[in-house]
């Protein structure tokens, strides 16, 4: 080890350490992840925000789908706590062919966990991930999905894709897919309803009908709480998903609100009540 791993001071405090850590696994509990920052996958770009990336799908999901009694716009109701959620983390172009993903893998179980453990996921590494989903209840199967040209995704719109889904089923229902330009990560699909967001802060996602009076409703509900709106986006269902099922499926529309304030309880019951308003989560990252 290092000089100062190696004094009599370093060598009492590692030892205290090495003793609290076997007492909690000796009584069912995790140890502390390790000090020492284990890197994501070597040798792939921006390695380090494709992991934040994956954390961020795993707040997304646990925050906007898995409540219980959630609809949000995803098709297929919420999932209630994770125990015995299957999903696919589907990797296509340049990251298809990237053979360790297990720090994506981790940062994935982190953001899914996060919501839901009192440590709020500081406890997960590369080393107990896998442990520790399987604890919660939770399969995940990594497929590597390569295009025709082997670095590109199927649409050819990005150079790497990762898309999160419940199941197995591709044609909308509870999925996260997104990309990385640069240091910043997108959202670039939310169940059935297209989007280009960052995943940051306090965001306030509404399925609601696609009429007008939505967006100046939504504003005065929040203007009223005090809660002031840094960023929006407004989109509707993909053409080939809008086919006439109702009004609710055929005239949907997602409302992605990037806020600053206390959003409590009682703003998300008032946005509820809200004429035209189907649902709504709150997602903290």
């Known amino acids: ?28 509990g995790l140890p502390p ?22 954390r961020a799908h795993g ?10 009694g959630r609809n949000s716009g995803g098709g297929g109701g919420g999932g209630g706590l994770l ?17 360790n993903t297990r720090p994506l893998f981790a940062a994935l179980v982190k953001g899914l966990v996060s ?23 939770i399969v995940i199967n990594e497929v590597h999905e390569r295009g025709g040209s082997g670095d590109r995704t199927s649409s050819g719109a990005y150079a790497s894709l990762v898309t999160l889904r419940r199941g197995a089923n591709r044609s ?26 960052v995943p940051e802060s306090s965001l306030l ?14 504003g005065l509900v929040l203007g009223k709480h005090g809660i002031n709106i840094r960023s929006m986006q407004v989109t509707s269902l993909e053409e080939e998903e809008s086919e006439p099922e109702g009004k609710e499926m055929d005239s949907a529309a997602l409302m992605i609100l990037g806020v600053s304030g206390t959003v409590s309880r009682a703003v998300v ?7 035209g308003i189907l649902d709504v989560s709150l997602v903290q990252l």
């Open 172 to 197: 909308g229902g509870q999925m996260i897919q997104g990309y990385v330009s640069g240091k910043n990560i997108y959202i670039s699909k939310l169940g059935r309803f297209m989007s280009s967001f």
């Open 59 to 68: 707040c997304l999901y646990t925050q906007h789908y898995a409540s219980a």
């Open 1 to 28: 080890p290092h000089l100062g791993a190696s004094t009599v001071e370093a060598q009492e405090n590692v030892s205290l350490d090495v003793c609290s850590q076997i007492l909690t696994i000796l009584l069912g």
């Open 83 to 99: 125990g015995g959620t299957k999903f696919e983390l589907v990797y296509e172009g340049e990251l298809s062919g990237v053979s």
């Open 269 to 275: 019951e008032d946005l509820e009540r809200s004429e």
């Open 33 to 54: 992840p390790p000090s020492t920052r284990l890197d994501p996958p070597g040798g792939v770009p921006q390695a380090a925000a494709l992991c934040q990336a994956r």
């Open 115 to 137: 919501v839901i453990t009192d440590l709020g996921g500081r406890d997960v590494n590369i080393v107990n991930a896998t442990l520790i989903a399987k604890e919660k209840g």
């Open 205 to 218: 996602i509404l399925h609601n009908y696609d009429e007008p009076g939505k967006i100046g409703g939504v």
